[in-house]
Structure formats: structure tokens, C-alpha cells
């Protein structure tokens, strides 16, 4: 059984000029979600900076957040490291406190080998009782999780139960899909690439663009789903402007910047992230005034 079909947004962590949490808007942007049709929130991944949040914040962002969603639709704790032990221990706080899914980051920096890799992920899963996805997203980590290291994890280890894809080489993801057997949900974990992903079998997205367009990323998903392919395809097209965009800088610097333009936060960061520079906040503008959202 599936965590969730659709559109999942990856929230943004609101933060004060004094780089506090700010859980008055993060509450707000919990019910904008939710009011829009987002069908799951994920919460502390890279969207949400859990890697400048110390594990307190981490997973008291994580407690709000399924404390304010109360059940309505489900909840994503990110709760990866590059350290095991880490993992394990805020998978397990994140369990408690009634998260229904987990999202594990491959290690980071100090990396691993896909024997290393599958011993990471099994014994964080083997921690908990939840499901997992495991979360590929190269650029930021610098270590890669093979197809068969994924469909191996899947197939073993009973909570493993999909992938958040973002290595963005569709085709690793094809021969992912190839492979599977059907024994791996897979989730888009590029927006521009949506509609092409859930064409070789994923089931929806793990989204940045859902954060300032929760409603046309959910349709863009339901469409496909329900089998209206051209409809699909034509909200991904008609996105992809506003997708560049939202990644013209490092992710959340953009994202961050368009919820302050659309008056939903105030824009804060942690460092090293920093405002977005002024260039490049005119043409997130301009696209956002595009695609409708201002």
C-alpha cells in the first residue's frame, strides 16, 4: 500500500530575520496546503533546510507539523543523515510522534559504496515499523543509489517501499522501472520532470513547485492518474517556466523568495543560504506572474 498518490509538497521551514522557526506561518502554510489538495506533506527534507536545523528543531518541526495536520493527509518526516546512528535515532522520535512515512536521504560527504548504502538504509528501517522512501538526489549528496541497490532494499526489507527519485537521468529511472517489478513506488523528485517519471510508472511527486502551486501540481498528478495524459502534459509544459525558475539559485532560495511575494512568509534563511540575488528574484517574478500566482 502506497504512502500516498499524487502531489506531496517538500514545506518550507518559515524562519524569523533572527533565523528562528516561525510556527505562526509554518501553520499557514500547513492549511494552504491542505486547503489546495495536496496529498501529503513532507516535512524537514532539503525544502524544509533540516540541514541547518539542530535534531531538537528538527524534529520539534516535525511534531508540529503532524500535530497541525492532525491526520488529514499523511506526513513525511525526513529524517536521513550521513551518519546511521542519527538516522536511526530521529526515525524513531519522528515514529513516535505519529509521523506516517519516512523520507531517508542517501549519506552525504562521507558518502558510501551500494553495499554501504544498503546497510544504512536497512538498519534505519529495521529501527522503526514505518514505511520508508529512500530519497536519490545525487547533486546534493554526491553518492548515487543504483537501480538495483533500490529494487534490492525493496524487495528485502519489508518498510522499504519506494524512491524518491532526483538524480534527474531519466535513463536510470527507466531501467529503475524495468526492474522493479512493481516492487517500488516511484516519486518524481524534479518538477520539470513530473509527467515524464509518472510515464514509466511512478505514482506522483515530491514538490517544490507545490509549495506556491499546491493546487495545479496536485491536478497535474490527478490528471495523469486518471488517465487524462494530454491534460497532464499540458500543466507540465505550462510550468516548466516557473520550474526553472524556482531553481535558478539553490534550492530554497527561490521558493522561499516567491511565498514572500505571494505575502505567505517573511523569507528567511539560514546560512550559507542567503537572499536570493535581485536579477534573478525579477525573473521568478516575472514567471510567477505567468504562470498566475501573482
Known amino acids: 500500500m502506497s504512502i500516498f498518490k499524487g502531489s506531496g509538497v517538500a514545506i518550507v521551514t518559515p524562519m524569523h530575520d533572527n533565523g528562528e522557526v516561525n510556527y505562526e506561518q509554518f501553520a499557514k502554510l500547513l492549511e494552504f496546503q491542505i486547503a489546495n489538495g495536496t496529498d501529503a506533506i513532507i516535512v524537514c527534507g532539503t525544502t524544509g533546510e533540516s540541514s541547518t536545523l539542530s535534531h531538537e528543531e528538527h524534529l520539534e518541526v516535525i511534531r508540529y507539523c503532524i500535530k497541525t495536520v492532525a491526520g488529514r493527509i499523511p506526513v513525511i518526516a525526513g529524517t536521513g543523515s550521513n551518519c546511521t546512528e542519527t538516522a536511526v535515532y530521529l526515525s524513531k522520535e519522528a515514529e513516535a510522534a505519529g509521523a506516517d512515512g519516512l523520507l531517508l536521504v542517501s549519506p552525504y560527504y562521507n558518502k558510501a559504496t551500494q553495499n554501504g548504502l544498503y546497510a544504512h538504509f536497512k538498519a534505519v528501517a529495521d529501527s522503526v515499523k514505518l514505511p520508508v522512501l529512500l530519497y536519490n538526489v545525487p547533486s546534493r549528496t554526491g553518492c548515487n543509489i543504483l537501480p538495483e541497490t533500490i529494487v534490492r ?142
Open 153 to 294: 532494499l525493496c524487495s528485502d526489507v519489508e518498510n522499504i517501499v519506494g524512491v524518491k527519485e532526483a538524480s534527474g537521468n531519466i535513463s536510470q529511472i527507466a531501467h529503475l522501472a524495468a526492474i522493479s517489478e512493481g516492487k517500488v513506488d516511484i516519486y518524481s523528485g524534479n518538477d520539470d520532470q513530473i509527467v515524464p517519471l509518472m510515464a514509466l510508472g511512478g505514482i506522483g511527486v515530491i514538490s517544490v513547485l507545490a509549495n506556491v502551486a499546491p493546487r495545479q501540481t496536485h491536478e497535474m498528478c490527478r490528471k495523469f492518474l486518471d488517465g487524462d495524459w494530454a491534460g497532464s502534459r499540458k500543466m507540465q509544459l505550462e510550468a516548466m517556466e516557473l520550474c526553472n525558475a524556482l531553481f535558478c539559485e539553490v534550492n530554497p532560495i527561490p521558493v522561499k523568495k516567491a511565498l514572500e511575494m505571494m505575502g505567505m512568509i517573511d523569507g528567511g534563511l539560514r546560512m550559507p543560504l542567503t537572499r536570493m540575488e535581485p536579477a534573478n528574484a525579477q525573473q521568478l517574478e516575472k514567471a510567477m506572474k505567468s504562470y498566475g500566482i501573482l
